[in-house]
C-alpha cells in the first residue's frame, strides 16, 4: 500500500468519527501545550536571571555579615580595611532596611539601602533625573536620597528632584531618580530609595554594615581577591568562619542557571505524563475502532490485502491522530506561552526545538499506542471476520 493511499484511507476513517477523534486529540493537544508553556516559562526564567546577573557582571564578589558570634556588623573603616587588596577595582558598603515612605498624603512601603557612591557601578544603577549621590553628600551627612522610579509612581510625585520625601519621619530631598531595571528573582529593583550611608542612622537607626559589593578589575583575579578576602574576613572575626559568607558572582550565575535548568527538566517530565495519558486515549479509540470495523478489515482481507497492509493503514491512522494533537497542542503552547508569561508576570521564551520534538512525540506515541490494535487488525480471520 502506497502511503499517500493509507493517509487518504486514514483521513477518511478519522474525520468519519469527529467527536471521538476531537476527544482523543485533545488529549494528546493538552500534553503537548503542558510540556510547550512549561518549557516556555522555565526558558525565559532562566534567561531573565542570567541577563540581570550578567549586567552586574561576573567580576563581582558580595561579601554577608550573617550576625552571629561576638562581631555582628563592621563599620565603614572596616570595610575599607577589608577590601583593600590588590585586584579590587571598587567596593560598595550597604545598609539595607525597610521604611515608611511619605509624600504629601501618600505613604509606601521601600526599599531602603544606605550606600557610598560606587554603589551605581557596581550594581549597575543608572541615573534618568537629577544625579546620585556624591562623596560630599556623605561627608557632610546630607539628607539627601535617589528614588527608584517605582516609589515615584507609588507616591505620585510628578517632579521629584528637588522634592522632600519622609523616610520614617526623616525629611530626606531628593536628588535624583533611577533608571527602570524591573522585577528579579529578589523582588523590584525600582523599589528602592538609596541615601548615603552616613545618614543610616537617621533613616534605618543603625550604622551597622552587613554587606559588601565587591567588583573585582579583571576575571583573572577574581579568585585571588575572593580568597584574600575571605582571609580577612576570618582573621576580623577571629576565626568564625560562621559569622560571614563570601558569594562568587559567576559560581552564583552557575548555581541559577543549573536550578532554573533542573526545574525546566523537571516540568517537561511532569507535563510529558499528559502525552502518555493521550497515547492511551489513542490505543482506546483504535481497539474500538478495529471492534467496529471487523467487516470491513475481512473484506480487504478477502480482497487481497495483506497483513502489512492492515496493520500500515491503523498505524497511519494512529499516528495522524497523534500528529493532529501535536500539531494543535503546539499552537495552543506557543500562543498559551505568551499569556502565561502576562499572567504570571514573568518572560516566556517558547523553545522551538522543543515545540518540533513534541510533535514528533506526539505522532510517535500515537504510533506506539496504536501498534498493539493494528497488529490485532492484521491478524483477522478473514472468514471469521466476514461472519461478524
Do not use: C
Amino acid at each position: 500500500m502506497k502511503l499517500s493511499q493509507g493517509v487518504k484511507m486514514a483521513w477518511h476513517s478519522v474525520s468519519t468519527q469527529k467527536m471521538r477523534t476531537l476527544l482523543t486529540v485533545l488529549g494528546i493537544m493538552i500534553g503537548v501545550a503542558s510540556v510547550t508553556i512549561m518549557v516556555a516559562i522555565g526558558n525565559g526564567t532562566a534567561e531573565q536571571v542570567k541577563s540581570q546577573m550578567q549586567g552586574l557582571g561576573t567580576n563581582m564578589l558580595t561579601a554577608n555579615v550573617i550576625g552571629r558570634g561576638a562581631v555582628t556588623s563592621i563599620t565603614l573603616d572596616d570595610a575599607k580595611d577589608l577590601t583593600d587588596i590588590d585586584g579590587v577595582e571598587t567596593y560598595a558598603p550597604v545598609i539595607s532596611g525597610s521604611v515608611t515612605a511619605k509624600y504629601k498624603t501618600n505613604t509606601y512601603s521601600a526599599s531602603v539601602q544606605a550606600t557610598t557612591p560606587s554603589f551605581a557601578d557596581v550594581r549597575d544603577y543608572t541615573v534618568s533625573e537629577g544625579r546620585f549621590i556624591k562623596d560630599i553628600d556623605g561627608a557632610f551627612s546630607q539628607k539627601v536620597a535617589v528614588v527608584g522610579s517605582e516609589v515615584v509612581s507609588e507616591l505620585s510625585m510628578s517632579n521629584p528632584v528637588g522634592q522632600t520625601i519622609s523616610l520614617n519621619g526623616s525629611l530626606y530631598t531628593i536628588v535624583g531618580v533611577l533608571a527602570s531595571k524591573g522585577s528579579t528573582s529578589a523582588g523590584s529593583s525600582d523599589n528602592v530609595v538609596i541615601i548615603p550611608i552616613q545618614t543610616a542612622r537617621v533613616a534605618l537607626k543603625t550604622d551597622a554594615i552587613r554587606t559588601i559589593y565587591v567588583q573585582v578589575a579583571s576575571s583573572d583575579k577574581v579568585d585571588f581577591v575572593q580568597t584574600m578576602l575571605e582571609f580577612k574576613l576570618q582573621q576580623f572575626f577571629r576565626n568564625d568562619e560562621n559569622a560571614y559568607t563570601v558569594f562568587n558572582q559567576s559560581d552564583l550565575l552557575e548555581t541559577i542557571t543549573a536550578v532554573s535548568t533542573s526545574m525546566s527538566t523537571m516540568l517537561t517530565y511532569v507535563a510529558a505524563i499528559s502525552l502518555l495519558v493521550g497515547g492511551i486515549g489513542i490505543m482506546n479509540m483504535m481497539l474500538t475502532s478495529v471492534t467496529e470495523r471487523t467487516k470491513e478489515i475481512g473484506i480487504r482481507k478477502s480482497l487481497g490485502a495483506k497483513q502489512r497492509d492492515i496493520l500500515f493503514q491503523f498505524l497511519v491512522e494512529a499516528g495522524m491522530i497523534g500528529g493532529l494533537g501535536g500539531l494543535v497542542g503546539v499552537i495552543v503552547g506557543a500562543s498559551g506561552s505568551k499569556f502565561a508569561g502576562k499572567l504570571m508576570d514573568s518572560p516566556a521564551s517558547p523553545s522551538v526545538n522543543i515545540m518540533v520534538l513534541a510533535l514528533i512525540f506526539s505522532m510517535g506515541v500515537g504510533v506506539l499506542f496504536g501498534f498493539l490494535p493494528a497488529r490485532r487488525a492484521s491478524k483477522l480471520n478473514p472468514v471469521d471476520a466476514l461472519r461478524q
